[in-house]
């Protein structure tokens, strides 16, 4: 059976809110407040918990390849993924039509990426949505894989990550568009198996290579402030997210591991189950802040965006929640 801990939905709520206060403040603001190394890290975190999970779901099973994609899986996913974007569509498209009634603007975002999970009315951090359809189809297969053959598995995600690089650096259609090179799962590809790596070190007793993990993190650390701060960047990589590629994701996976030790596994306190809380609607408040930032023009009130993005997500979460039971029954 999966364990549970409390510190990984905490940490989803600080990473929830850390996406917010990113599309809030100024590329200068969060220069300045050295925000790559905590805000900006809110994407990476999502992603090596995404590995990190998998590694919780899968560890303890042994299973057969046909035991990967069944109904039951693709049932389950659609519930918990497919449903609430279907949901957050049709709000889009009502929103995007009174907006346009109201204010004469034309917020729409309507052409073929609709349909790789592009939202009728499209704002910051869309593209996340599109990382996460495809992990419905891809982290079964890597979490098999690695379960049976964890090293030849990272060296396979780090290689291809790093290839996909390269390749993505030599074609000029993402220069003139880059959706997909932003939504690119194979982008994230290390911080998944870091992720993987992190279920083993939490979950069993013997963490002696857990100075592994700081040893990488620190490097990772200073390879982001060279970049960030002294123009140090990779060459053949593009150069808009040189702050989230391999180097980088030993960074996010010591601050969850620094995160699984701080914070209690289970706790009745207020403040953590608040925050749990919040990790666990993070998907739904997520969600509404792509619309949200697809909606207002003005999004320099940090205060009113979380305020919005936050309640409103709360809402789309008990909602949806509901209505999945009713369904699921």
């Given at each position: 059976m999966k364990q549970h801990f409390q510190q990984i939905d905490i940490l989803k709520g600080l990473a929830i809110i850390a996406v917010l206060l990113l599309h809030s403040l100024s590329r200068e603001q969060l220069e300045t407040s050295y925000a790559v190394f905590h805000i900006w890290q809110a994407v990476p975190i999502f992603m090596v918990l995404m590995g990190m999970n998998l590694g919780l779901s899968y560890g303890s099973k042994t299973l057969h390849f046909d035991q990967l994609y069944t109904w039951h899986y693709f049932q389950k996913k659609a519930l918990r993924i497919i449903f609430p974007l279907l949901i957050m569509y049709g709000i889009s498209l009502v929103a995007g039509y009174v907006w346009e009634q109201v204010y004469?603007?034309?917020?729409?975002?309507?052409?073929?990426?609709?349909?790789?999970?592009?939202?009728?009315?499209?704002?910051?951090?869309?593209?996340f949505i599109t990382l996460l359809l495809q992990s419905l189809f891809v982290l079964p297969l890597i979490g098999y894989t690695f379960n049976r053959w964890p090293v030849r598995t990272t060296l396979v995600l780090v290689l291809t990550e790093v290839a996909f690089q390269l390749v993505a650096y030599q074609i000029g259609y993402f220069q003139e568009d880059r959706y997909l090179y932003?939504?690119?799962?194979f982008r994230y590809f290390s911080a998944i198996a870091l992720g993987l790596w992190l279920s083993h070190l939490i979950t069993r007793p013997d963490n002696?290579?857990?100075w592994l993990l700081f040893l990488a993190g620190i490097a990772s650390g200073v390879y982001l402030y060279f970049y960030q701060y002294q123009g140090i960047s990779l060459p053949y990589f593009k150069p808009e997210w040189q702050a989230q590629v391999f180097l980088t994701f030993p960074y996010a996976a010591l601050l969850i591991y620094l995160g699984i030790l701080a914070f209690p596994q289970q706790s009745d306190f207020l403040a953590f189950r608040a925050?749990?809380?919040l990790g666990k609607a993070?998907?739904?408040?997520f969600l509404v802040q792509v619309l949200y930032f697809g909606l207002v023009q003005d999004d320099t009130n940090?205060?009113?965006?979380?305020?919005?993005?936050?309640?409103?997500?709360?809402?789309f979460y008990w909602s949806e929640s509901y209505l999945s039971k009713i369904i699921s029954k």
């Amino acid at each position: 059976m999966k364990q549970h801990f409390q510190q990984i939905d905490i940490l989803k709520g600080l990473a929830i809110i850390a996406v917010l206060l990113l599309h809030s403040l100024s590329r200068e603001q969060l220069e300045t407040s050295y925000a790559v190394f905590h805000i900006w890290q809110a994407v990476p975190i999502f992603m090596v918990l995404m590995g990190m999970n998998l590694g919780l779901s899968y560890g303890s099973k042994t299973l057969h390849f046909d035991q990967l994609y069944t109904w039951h899986y693709f049932q389950k996913k659609a519930l918990r993924i497919i449903f609430p974007l279907l949901i957050m569509y049709g709000i889009s498209l009502v929103a995007g039509y009174v907006w346009e009634q109201v204010y004469a603007w034309n917020v729409y975002t309507l052409d073929w990426k609709n349909l790789i999970g592009v939202l009728p009315v499209s704002g910051k951090g869309n593209y996340f949505i599109t990382l996460l359809l495809q992990s419905l189809f891809v982290l079964p297969l890597i979490g098999y894989t690695f379960n049976r053959w964890p090293v030849r598995t990272t060296l396979v995600l780090v290689l291809t990550e790093v290839a996909f690089q390269l390749v993505a650096y030599q074609i000029g259609y993402f220069q003139e568009d880059r959706y997909l090179y932003d939504a690119a799962l194979f982008r994230y590809f290390s911080a998944i198996a870091l992720g993987l790596w992190l279920s083993h070190l939490i979950t069993r007793p013997d963490n002696r290579y857990s100075w592994l993990l700081f040893l990488a993190g620190i490097a990772s650390g200073v390879y982001l402030y060279f970049y960030q701060y002294q123009g140090i960047s990779l060459p053949y990589f593009k150069p808009e997210w040189q702050a989230q590629v391999f180097l980088t994701f030993p960074y996010a996976a010591l601050l969850i591991y620094l995160g699984i030790l701080a914070f209690p596994q289970q706790s009745d306190f207020l403040a953590f189950r608040a925050m749990a809380t919040l990790g666990k609607a993070s998907y739904h408040i997520f969600l509404v802040q792509v619309l949200y930032f697809g909606l207002v023009q003005d999004d320099t009130n940090i205060a009113l965006n979380l305020a919005i993005c936050l309640a409103a997500g709360f809402v789309f979460y008990w909602s949806e929640s509901y209505l999945s039971k009713i369904i699921s029954k």
